[in-house]
């Protein structure tokens, strides 16, 4: 149900802090952005929405500074700003948090929050590095992360969410009047996002504007003021949330009604489980590695769609890359189909029938200057070749029907993947996998920067593979996703399985009690 209107449904011109006034950008002939123009008030939420490819990432890029538009302009607070200048749009007041990790891996956290604007002591001669790290530190206590992880860690340690929250700490850090946020809660548990929450509450009380980009329609009716519709490239509409549906809303991003069968898909629980009588395809027993997690026991039957959540740093993806070979372990044996798996390598885990989606798709699930095509048949090279030549068609073949049966968006399969948004990016991972024609696939945050029909359409597809019989084990910090998919859930907390809940049993309370520290009460973590 929409809220109640407020204040800020109406806006006064003189509210407005930026004007983004007919920017247009086309990338080899496929047109990005076609003349869109939008205004974004002081304290307001501004949501933007739109399908994968609808051109909300390369207006935020040209927010940003880090792309130039062919034409148009972005006036702040009626004076044009200069394009193609980030440092130009930090001076302008605007802060960016980006869906995917712009962080240096090999630097610490406190030096990614302040990269480029250093404290300095002794007369600007050293940096100040006991400040950087007390700042720090009361960054993360406002983000209510101050012990998931040891600042002085390099990034590239961290999981995807924690990067996201290092990036979180670099805006707050920043006197920003714009805080642009795209997916910002794609990768956070409940917990984490209602901190989150809290804080943009905040930014609005401080007359600070908020430009939120998300797929995830709930946090759209509940943050924001007012929302801007993008498709194709193109302005649709921008009208008070007050006045919007939840049906209105995905008319104008897609064109057409989300069909009902295609929601029921997505959202409803599935009603028909594994036989308990089937053989584990995947067991786990004692597997730890040291400091990250320890004695993770459990298994995936044939068929069966085994949900895992967890708070930010619980251990989930840690738990994922062992099974999968990428990371070893220091004690404890997968099983796959009753026989260890051994060899401890990527390779050996794709032999004896292992895919896995990683959760960033940018570093560990694609190569991205090299063309779709390419990326999605890296993984069945050796399916495709036959006395070491690689045949032309039947890589074309298999391009073309993985591209249809995922419905990416993309100029044509010889376009570099980096050019494609993060939502059709999150396909190519996808599509990559499903070739290898996996018997357990490991799906850590699948639908992670997916629109609300694309969406669907990952669910639908899921649910097909595990009635064929595939083992799943779902990683996701989307409770509804969890709580829709699974047939059983288990918890982690602190590097171990905290509990299980079967699927009759399972609500989004009894989720959280077991992934929060029984001394922390949920409520009192949430306020953080």
Not at 74 to 98: C, F, Y
Not at 426 to 439: E, F, H, N, S, Y
Not at 500 to 514: F, M, N, P
Request: aromatic share 4%; proline share 4%.
């Amino acid at each position: 149900m929409p809220r109640a209107v407020s204040r800020r449904t109406l806006l006064m011109t003189s509210d407005t802090f930026i004007q983004i006034r007919d920017i247009h950008k086309s990338y080899g002939g496929v047109h990005a952005l076609s003349g869109v123009s939008m205004d974004i008030a002081r304290g307001e939420v501004h949501a933007l929405c739109g399908e994968n490819g609808a051109g909300k990432s390369t207006l935020i890029k040209i927010l940003s500074g880090s792309v130039t538009p062919d034409r148009g302009d972005v006036l702040v607070n009626g004076a044009a700003m200069r394009l193609g200048d980030v440092r130009a749009s930090e001076a302008a007041g605007i802060a960016v948090i980006h869906q995917e990790s712009v962080a240096f891996g090999h630097l610490s956290t406190f030096d990614n929050i302040y990269v480029g604007r250093e404290p300095k002591k002794l007369g600007g001669l050293l940096l100040d590095r006991a400040a950087m790290r007390s700042q720090t530190r009361a960054l993360l206590q406002r983000l209510g992360e101050a012990d998931a992880f040891d600042p002085v860690r390099p990034v590239s340690e961290l999981s995807v969410a924690q990067r996201q929250m290092v990036g979180m700490a670099r805006a707050l850090s920043q006197d920003c009047r714009l805080l642009v946020m795209d997916e910002p809660t794609a990768s956070l548990s409940e917990r984490e996002t209602r901190v989150l929450f809290n804080l943009i509450r905040q930014f609005r009380k401080d007359g600070v504007a908020v430009l939120y980009v998300s797929h995830r329609l709930d946090e759209i009716f509940e943050l924001s003021d007012r929302v801007t519709v993008f498709r194709d490239g193109k302005h649709v509409s921008t009208e008070p949330i007050a006045g919007m549906t939840k049906e209105k809303l995905i008319h104008c991003m897609v064109g057409r009604e989300l069909l009902a069968t295609d929601q029921e898909t997505s959202f409803s629980r599935r009603v028909h489980p594994a036989r308990p009588s089937d053989v584990p395809l995947l067991q786990l027993k004692n597997l730890t590695r040291a400091g990250v997690f320890q004695n993770v026991s459990f298994e995936v039957r044939a068929g069966e769609i085994v949900g895992m959540a967890g708070l930010v740093g619980a251990g989930r993806s840690e738990v994922a890359r062992v099974i999968f070979g990428a990371d070893p372990a220091d004690a404890g044996q997968v099983f796959i189909a009753g026989e260890p798996l051994g060899g401890n390598s990527i390779d050996q885990a794709m032999r004896r029938g292992i895919a896995m989606v990683p959760e960033d798709r940018q570093h560990l699930g694609l190569v991205l200057p090299m063309s779709v095509g390419t990326n999605l048949t890296l993984p069945i090279l050796r399916r495709l070749t036959r006395f070491g030549l690689t045949s032309s068609k039947r890589e074309r073949q298999e391009v073309e029907k993985l591209i249809k049966a995922l419905g990416v968006k993309a100029a044509s399969p010889a376009v570099p993947a980096e050019t494609l948004s993060g939502g059709n990016q999150q396909k190519l991972v996808i599509g990559k996998w499903l070739a290898t024609r996996p018997r357990v696939l490991i799906l850590d945050e699948p639908t992670r920067g997916v629109d609300v029909g694309a969406k669907a359409e990952v669910h639908k597809l899921i649910r097909q593979l595990a009635e064929e019989g595939m083992a799943t084990l779902l990683i996701s910090s989307d409770l509804p996703e969890v709580l829709a998919m699974s047939d059983r859930i288990l918890v982690m907390r602190a590097g171990m399985i905290s509990g299980e809940i079967s699927r009759e049993e399972a609500t989004q309370e009894k989720v959280l009690s077991l992934a929060i520290p029984a001394s922390s009460s949920p409520g009192a973590e949430v306020a953080a």
